[in-house]
């Protein structure tokens, strides 16, 4: 099992399945009721080897929505679309429970049995159906807050923060998720604008792990193999031009937090790539999820080599004239 990772991964991606148990449509930018009508044909399609819960609800009172698959000591918390206008780790999520959760081979028992998947779906229901970075609280003041907007939800996981002086219900709920199950890999997707390396290739996908100082060593280290395992899945699997995301070392960030606390965190950032290329970027992130829950499992994600995490090139300028307007240039 070891050694094949990639390929067992490539295997799970080409296979075709059969017609009547194809993975739930799903589209690119889904609404929090497709999330929902997706996920409740998925557990149905399992015969509850995936179970639907919650974590919490949004301001507006929308579920916030936990899908869980596996029974395995090793746990996995993956997070999309905290930022309600970076949508694409979402259909990918759905994808990824489909394909781990819904067949019953010996090879999906093996993993099962090694690790639990949890798996917030669109973290961020309320920016979604306002295609928004924020949550939606119009009261929202203060430091990384849009007055009469709301918050940005990636600035409230401070793990240094009491939880109840938290005003994001939606960071409350992911921290309040981790503290009940302690995962030892968190991956949390995001969206970033458009960027090209000196090469003249467009970068399409960034990766970053904790840069905060308050990471303990150990746990910025085994989020460094995280980050080359996923490099090298999504890179070699999915094609992707993966560069390092260049962000800053705040506490309250999901990438920076979950690694204070001690799970091996990574940032990963789909480009916003022309719509012809919105299937390319779904399957990264799906590439990114399989081999995180393969390599957890055979236990190939900590035999990664830590050190090249600095061999991940540099994310390069943006894009000219290819701004887009939902995506701020900096903005994780
Ligand atoms: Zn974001």
């Given at each position: 099992?070891?050694?094949?990772?990639?390929?067992?991964?490539?295997?799970?991606?080409?296979?075709?399945a059969?017609?009547?148990?194809?993975?739930?449509?799903?589209?690119?930018?889904?609404?929090?009721?497709?999330?929902?009508?997706?996920?409740?044909r998925?557990?149905?399609?399992?015969?509850?080897?995936?179970?639907?819960?919650?974590?919490?609800?949004?301001?507006?009172?929308?579920?916030?929505?936990?899908?869980?698959?596996?029974?395995g000591r090793?746990?996995?918390?993956?997070?999309?679309?905290?930022?309600?206008?970076?949508?694409?780790?979402?259909?990918?999520?759905?994808?990824?429970?489909?394909?781990?959760?819904?067949?019953?081979?010996?090879?999906?028992?093996?993993l099962?049995?090694?690790?639990?998947?949890?798996?917030?779906?669109?973290?961020?229901?309320?920016?979604?159906?306002?295609?928004?970075?924020?949550?939606?609280?119009?009261?929202?003041?203060?430091?990384?807050?849009?007055?009469?907007?709301?918050?940005?939800?990636n600035?409230?996981?401070?793990?240094?923060?009491?939880?109840?002086?938290?005003?994001?219900?939606?960071?409350?709920?992911?921290?309040?998720?981790?503290?009940?199950?302690?995962p030892?890999?968190?991956?949390?997707?995001?969206?970033?604008?458009?960027?090209?390396?000196?090469?003249?290739?467009?970068?399409?996908?960034?990766?970053?792990?904790?840069t905060?100082?308050?990471a303990p060593?150990?746990?910025?280290?085994?989020?460094?193999?995280?980050?080359?395992?996923?490099?090298?899945?999504?890179?070699?699997?999915?094609?992707?031009?993966v560069?390092?995301?260049?962000?800053?070392?705040?506490?309250?960030?999901?990438?920076n937090?979950?690694g204070?606390?001690?799970?091996a965190?990574?940032?990963?950032?789909?480009?916003?790539?022309?719509?012809?290329?919105?299937?390319?970027?779904?399957?990264?992130?799906?590439?990114?999820?399989?081999?995180?829950?393969?390599?957890?499992?055979?236990?190939?994600?900590?035999?990664?080599?830590?050190?090249?995490?600095?061999?991940?090139?540099?994310?390069?300028?943006?894009?000219?004239?290819?701004?887009?307007?939902?995506?701020?240039?900096?903005?994780?």
């Amino acid at each position: 099992m070891v050694a094949s990772s990639a390929l067992l991964v490539a295997g799970l991606i080409a296979v075709p399945a059969p017609a009547q148990a194809a993975p739930p449509d799903i589209s690119a930018r889904p609404s929090p009721e497709e999330v929902a009508k997706a996920l409740g044909r998925i557990a149905k399609a399992s015969d509850g080897r995936v179970r639907l819960g919650v974590v919490g609800r949004s301001n507006e009172g929308r579920p916030l929505r936990l899908a869980t698959l596996g029974h395995g000591r090793t746990r996995l918390l993956l997070v999309t679309q905290q930022h309600g206008d970076e949508p694409l780790g979402t259909p990918a999520a759905v994808r990824a429970l489909w394909t781990l959760g819904v067949p019953d081979t010996p090879w999906h028992r093996w993993l099962r049995s090694r690790v639990t998947v949890d798996v917030v779906v669109q973290a961020n229901p309320d920016g979604a159906v306002r295609n928004q970075r924020y949550n939606h609280d119009p009261s929202a003041t203060g430091e990384y807050a849009q007055p009469g907007v709301g918050y940005d939800i990636n600035r409230f996981h401070n793990p240094l923060t009491p939880i109840e002086d938290n005003p994001v219900p939606e960071s409350r709920a992911v921290l309040r998720h981790w503290h009940a199950t302690h995962p030892r890999v968190v991956i949390d997707y995001h969206m970033q604008g458009r960027y090209v390396q000196p090469d003249g290739e467009e970068t399409t996908a960034s990766i970053l792990w904790p840069t905060s100082p308050l990471a303990p060593g150990a746990a910025v280290t085994e989020s460094r193999r995280l980050a080359v395992h996923n490099y090298d899945a999504m890179t070699r699997t999915a094609r992707a031009n993966v560069t390092r995301y260049p962000g800053g070392d705040y506490e309250g960030i999901a990438r920076n937090a979950y690694g204070i606390l001690g799970s091996a965190s990574l940032l990963v950032e789909l480009s916003d790539l022309p719509a012809g290329q919105t299937e390319f970027q779904i399957r990264t992130a799906y590439v990114s999820m399989l081999a995180t829950a393969q390599g957890a499992a055979d236990g190939s994600l900590w035999q990664a080599d830590p050190a090249r995490a600095d061999d991940i090139p540099a994310r390069g300028s943006p894009l000219p004239g290819a701004l887009s307007t939902l995506f701020r240039a900096d903005a994780a």
